[in-house]
C-alpha cells in the first residue's frame, strides 16, 4: 500500500511568489491534514480537509490556502511568500479524524524563500 | 483548548539507559493522546496511542507510555536506549473539534 506522497520535495522560491504544494494521500483515506514545520514553532496546524471540505483552519493568514480534490488528493497554496514562511509543509492524511484520529504523513515539501 | 507540553527539547541518554520523555495535557476530559517519531529528512511515524482502552499503551520499536489522570501526564520510555533511537519525537492531542495539536518535540541523543 503506497504511504502519502508529496511533491515537490525541495524548492527554492523568492519573496513575493507563489507555490503550490501537492499531497496524495493513502488510497481510502479522505482527510488530509497540513502542517507547517519549524525549528522554532514546531508542528503547526494549518487545515484539514475531509471529502473536498474545509473541516478546520489553523491560525494562518489568508495568504495560505488548500483544496481538495474528489479523488481526496490536496493541494495547499502560499501566496505573496515572505522570509518567515521557509519551513518543512507536511501532509498527513487518515481515515476520517472523527475517529481515534492516527495520521499518516508524508515526507514533507521544504520550502526556501530568499 | 486542549493542548501538549514537552519538557526538554532535548534528551541525551547513554545507549543502554533508560529513555524518559515527557508529556504533559491539559484536559478535561480524557483525550486521545499520541506519541510520534521524526527521523532526519522524514515525516512522522506513529509510535504508539492512547484511546482509554489502557493507561499502559506499547508501541512500536520498544516503546510505551503511561496515561496518568492523576499526573495529567503521558511519558514515553524505553528501558534500554539503541543509537538508532535518535530521533525527535512529539507527543501530540486529538481535540474536540478534532484537530491533532503536537507538542513542540524532544530530539533524543544517544551517546555511545
Known amino acids: 500500500k503506497a504511504g502519502v506522497t508529496q511533491t515537490p520535495r525541495y524548492l527554492i522560491k523568492t519573496r513575493g511568489q507563489q507555490v503550490t504544494l501537492s499531497c496524495s494521500p493513502i488510497s481510502g483515506h479522505r482527510s488530509v491534514s497540513w502542517y507547517q514545520q519549524t525549528p522554532g514553532q514546531g508542528l503547526q496546524f494549518l487545515f484539514e480537509?475531509?471529502?473536498?471540505?474545509?473541516?478546520n483552519k489553523g491560525n494562518f493568514p489568508g495568504r495560505f490556502s488548500g483544496r481538495q480534490f474528489s479523488n481526496s488528493r490536496s493541494e495547499m497554496n502560499v501566496s505573496t511568500l515572505e522570509l518567515g514562511d521557509s519551513a518543512l509543509y507536511l501532509c498527513?492524511?487518515?481515515?476520517?479524524?472523527?475517529?481515534?484520529?492516527?495520521?499518516?504523513f508524508g515526507e514533507g515539501s521544504r520550502l526556501t524563500v530568499l | 483548548a486542549q493542548s501538549v507540553t514537552q519538557l526538554g527539547s532535548h534528551v541525551s541518554v547513554s545507549e543502554g539507559a533508560l529513555v524518559l520523555l515527557r508529556c504533559n495535557y491539559s484536559?478535561?476530559?480524557?483525550?486521545?493522546l499520541f506519541w510520534y517519531v521524526q527521523y532526519p529528512n522524514q515525516g512522522l511515524q506513529l509510535l504508539l496511542k492512547y484511546t482509554s482502552a489502557a493507561t499502559l499503551v506499547k508501541g512500536i520499536n520498544g516503546f510505551e507510555a503511561e496515561f496518568k489522570k492523576s499526573e495529567t501526564s503521558f511519558h514515553l520510555t524505553k528501558p534500554s536506549a539503541h543509537m538508532s533511537d535518535a530521533a525527535e519525537y512529539f507527543c501530540?492531542?486529538?481535540?474536540?473539534?478534532?484537530?491533532?495539536?503536537f507538542g513542540k518535540g524532544t530530539r533524543l541523543h544517544i551517546l555511545p
Open positions: 484536559s478535561s476530559v480524557p483525550p486521545y
Open positions: 480537509y475531509f471529502s473536498e471540505t474545509q473541516r
Open positions: 501530540a492531542v486529538k481535540r474536540r473539534d478534532d484537530k491533532i495539536i
Open positions: 498527513a492524511s487518515s481515515l476520517s479524524l472523527a475517529n481515534t484520529g492516527e495520521l499518516f
